[in-house]
């Protein structure tokens, strides 16, 4: 409790400061551009705009005021947009079209999808994410890039997991992730509790649940795409800060003015040093109905001593933007991702077990544009990315010892050529040639005479050419394309089209539609050898033609959004048909069956809806998704059956104010039960060494549901500044997950006890009261 006593005394201290930072103004119908430049001399930012956009506009407001609060009243009263480069230089820009700097806007965006830092592409109706600009969410202490899209409509983590996302009847897996143009294959720390990407540099997420550009490939369901900044700052930056589970620092270098940047950030976990309470709830939660609770049990009964229990996870970013001249920019970008479990412990007998997991991915990214014209732009890509999984069990006795390894790995190497063709400011030509090589393998070593080792080495090469015509006028948006694919190995060919339209009713009334057909070759099996860990039984495999066949799918959507009066009213329909599932890949829980091999198909159908009004600085939203996903294995069972994550009702209501320095967050999540499989009895079959062995049979597949899931979250926040000259930006605050001890079930397992007499049963309980801290400064 002393780091949280800490913060509340940091807090109180930081009150007696507070009239020295206040801005008190009084303006009445004042020239909007002198107003700027107080701002400006003031809080010691700058603006960017076209003078057009100002002409004529007059501003008006009485009391204490800051600079997102000034942002926000000339959203109001001038409909003029902002966007932050940095935290020191701000863009403004003209909303209404009878403006003529309107037209300025390259890409158009619709302000506040959610919150500050939630907005949406005006023309592809994806979702941008800016952490560095994000408000205050519930639960969260820090901008948490995956958590965050927990909150839009369709977008879910039945396992209460920041990396496991299932996006409209999608699997994780399925979902292409993407930081600087570099593949992620591992996305989380702690086992996927949170994600492995420092908010802190990450410039922007392009989320899409649909609609997706004919560019990205292999994958079939959601694409997450993150950035870094590309801008040159025009002054080094540093920030450093810690919560109750890891510290970071980053630094935003200027090595040539206007010509060479470096970005550095790294991230590491307190865990291994610092016991803190929000570590124990989420290792409650992650080591629940594993090795590490038992031996724990044990311990506490004295039968069991632990030699060794270390747990850290690490991260690492570097980029660099150099800006040749006005025409040539290239920007390499690199990072590593570290998860590694280290646990021991020994009987009075002398018998010690250790195991040991280690999860990397590691990659780097090449990008280089260049600019032949005003109306054609090439670029390139280098990217490759390198995961590594391995896991590791040594038992000993006083007379023997055996040892179990397992290994998982994946190199995934790209190149991509691209063009754009504008023919005029309405009409834009894509064209490209993508190149992917990929390496898979695995291997499963048992100790020597128990199983025979399981070796597994596959190579596949894909050539892809995509290519896109976009269309846009005052009335309509289309986005047509095409990507064709060819795996060598496999010998077959893909065509992927993709589709994507919205036509404005009127200026706050718009319909949306969009088709798109994808395929994808590598996907995740589920393996239960050996790790008694229960911890990251999943394997990447390639299909082969044979037991893993590459899947398929496609997705209809069809909706419309209205913005008027700062209400927002998106609904959005879908359908999506997805072959090739097997019941070893990660889309069917295996634990339902015997080893037999099947294959499957999926069908998912639903609606996502989200209603949110603003009132100044108090922001309220409700994001509800209605959706039904169904399996068919005809030769595992009869007709349909509910998928394993299937949950038909999914509900956030969320609620964000903000009070001169203070912002409060407060959401409450509801979700009904993901169904289960519950066995009908107790089999025998007899083995190849003629034994005797017992299985559980099953009537009927997810023939049950778990109860309802529901909690409340919330966060506070408050920024304040530091030093002689207040040129130290300082932020502390607090977050609790799940804030009236709601015991929810997010799974059930049943297995057979020692004597094969009767059938257990293991419960996996959600996180219970999580508390978290934070202090950052940035100077």
């Known amino acids: 409790m002393k780091p949280l006593f800490a913060i509340l005394f940091l807090l109180c201290f930081s009150f007696c400061d507070v009239n020295a930072q206040d801005f008190k103004v009084s303006y009445d119908k004042k020239d909007l551009k002198a107003v700027i430049q107080k701002i400006e001399q003031h809080f010691e930012v700058r603006f960017s705009y076209n003078n057009s956009i100002l002409e004529h506009q007059k501003f008006s407001y009485s009391g204490t005021i800051d600079v997102d609060l000034f942002l926000l009243e000339i959203e109001i009263q001038n409909r003029i947009a902002s966007e932050y480069i940095d935290r020191k230089n701000i863009i403004l820009k003209g909303k209404d079209k009878t403006n003529p700097s309107y037209i300025l806007d390259e890409v158009q965006i619709v302000s506040e999808y959610l919150t500050s830092g939630f907005d949406q592409n005006k023309e592809d109706g994806s979702i941008i994410l800016n952490p560095t600009q994000m408000g205050v969410l519930p639960g969260l202490v820090e901008p948490d890039v995956l958590q965050s899209l927990q909150l839009l409509p369709g977008v879910s983590s039945p396992t209460e997991s920041a990396t496991n996302l299932h996006i409209r009847g999608g699997t994780p897996d399925q979902n292409l992730v993407l930081w600087d143009g570099i593949k992620m294959y591992h996305q989380g720390h702690l086992f996927g509790m949170i994600s492995a990407f420092n908010p802190y540099i990450t410039d922007r997420v392009n989320i899409y649940r649909s609609g997706a550009s004919a560019k990205y490939g292999n994958r079939i369901s959601g694409i997450i795409d993150m950035h870094s900044s590309d801008d040159i700052l025009e002054k080094t930056s540093v920030g450093v800060g810690s919560n109750l589970l890891n510290a970071d620092a980053y630094i935003k270098l200027l090595v040539i003015k206007d010509k060479l940047g470096l970005v550095v950030s790294s991230r590491r976990s307190l865990t291994d040093v610092f016991n803190s309470i929000t570590y124990q709830q989420l290792g409650n939660k992650v080591f629940q109905n594993t090795k590490i609770e038992d031996i724990n049990t044990q311990t506490r009964e004295e039968e069991l001593t632990v030699l060794k229990d270390q747990f850290y996870f690490v991260d690492f970013n570097a980029k660099t933007t150099w800006k040749i001249n006005d025409k040539n920019r290239i920007n390499f970008s690199s990072l ?188 995740q099996l589920i393996t239960f050898e050996f790790n008694e860990l229960g911890l990251h039984n999943n394997v990447w495999a390639l299909a082969d033609n044979d037991d893993i066949p590459i899947l398929s799918n496609y997705q209809l959507t069809t909706g419309f959004l209205f913005d008027k009066n700062n209400w927002k009213l998106d609904i959005e329909g879908y359908y999506r048909y997805t072959e090739g599932l097997t019941t070893s890949t990660r889309g069917f829980n295996s634990n339902a069956i015997t080893d037999s091999y099947f294959s499957g198909k999926s069908s998912a159908y639903g609606i996502d809806i989200l209603i949110k009004k603003r009132i100044k600085r108090f922001r309220t939203w409700l994001s509800y998704s209605l959706s039904k996903t169904l399996f068919n294995f005809g030769d595992l069972q009869n007709g349909n059956f509910a998928g394993n994550f299937d949950q038909r009702h999914v509900i956030s209501f969320s609620n964000t104010y903000k009070l001169k320095r203070f912002q409060f967050s407060l959401g409450w999540h509801f979700a009904t039960g993901k169904p289960f499989s519950t066995p009908s009895g107790i089999g025998t079959f007899t083995n190849e060494n003629n034994e005797t062995e017992s299985f559980l049979e099953y009537g009927s597949q997810n023939n049950t549901r778990l109860v309802s899931y529901h909690k409340l979250d919330g966060s506070i926040l408050y920024d304040f500044k530091l030093g002689k000259h207040k040129n130290t930006k300082a932020r502390i605050g607090v977050s609790f997950l799940n804030i009236y001890n709601h015991t929810n079930q997010i799974d059930r397992f049943f297995n057979i006890n020692s004597d094969n007499s009767e059938i257990s049963e293991e419960r996996i309980i959600g996180l219970r009261t999580t508390p978290n801290v934070v202090f950052r400064v940035t100077f």
Request: charged letters at 25%; proline letters at 3%; glycine letters at 4%.
């Open 336 to 523: 590593f991702v570290r998860n590694e479990l280290d646990y021991a412990n020994s009987t009075f007998e002398g018998e010690t077990s250790n195991d040991k997991l280690d999860l990397k991915n590691s990659g780097f990214s090449l990008q280089t544009d260049h600019s032949v014209s005003q109306n054609l732009k090439l670029s390139s890509n280098i990217n490759y990315s390198d995961y590594q999984s391995d896991n590791s069990l040594i038992e000993t006795t006083p007379v023997d010892s055996e040892s179990y390894n397992r290994t998982n790995s994946v190199k995934d190497f790209g190149v991509s050529f691209q063009s754009e063709l504008s023919f005029s400011p309405s009409k834009k030509l894509l064209l490209g040639l993508e190149y992917n090589d990929y390496n898979v393998n695995s291997l499963i070593d048992f100790p020597e005479g128990s199983l025979e080792d399981e070796i597994e080495n596959n190579s596949l090469n894909a050539i892809n050419v995509f290519g896109e015509y976009r269309y846009t006028s005052k009335k309509w948006f289309v986005n047509s394309g095409l990507r064709v694919s060819r795996y060598g190995k496999l010998n077959k060919t893909f065509f992927e089209p993709r589709f994507y339209m919205n036509y404005n009713i009127n200026p706050h009334f718009k319909f949306k539609s969009s088709g798109e057909i994808k395929n994808q070759a590598i996907s």
